[in-house]
């Protein structure tokens, strides 16, 4: 599964890490992903998400009816 959040599109960052040396190798920074289990009163059943932090603030904020229905518009499976 890719460390993808489902709401917001949040992605690994890439970059290089140094060392004290300052020989430089690949890592990446992952997202803070969670899956939450969402209560959608209007369709009455649990939906589970893979979502980052970030993700979950704009759940909090624009409230899970908004959020399913743009993920829906999108084309996304839940």
Known sequence: MSAV???????????KQVSHSHKRT????EPNL?????WVPSEGRHVRLRV?????????????DAVVAGLRARGVKL
């Open 5 to 15: 959040c489902q709401v917001t599109g949040r992605k690994p960052g890439y970059g």
């Open 26 to 29: 690949s890592r990446r920074w």
């Open 34 to 38: 969670q899956t939450r289990r969402y």
């Open 52 to 64: 980052s932090v970030k993700g979950m603030k704009t759940i909090d904020r624009r409230g899970i």
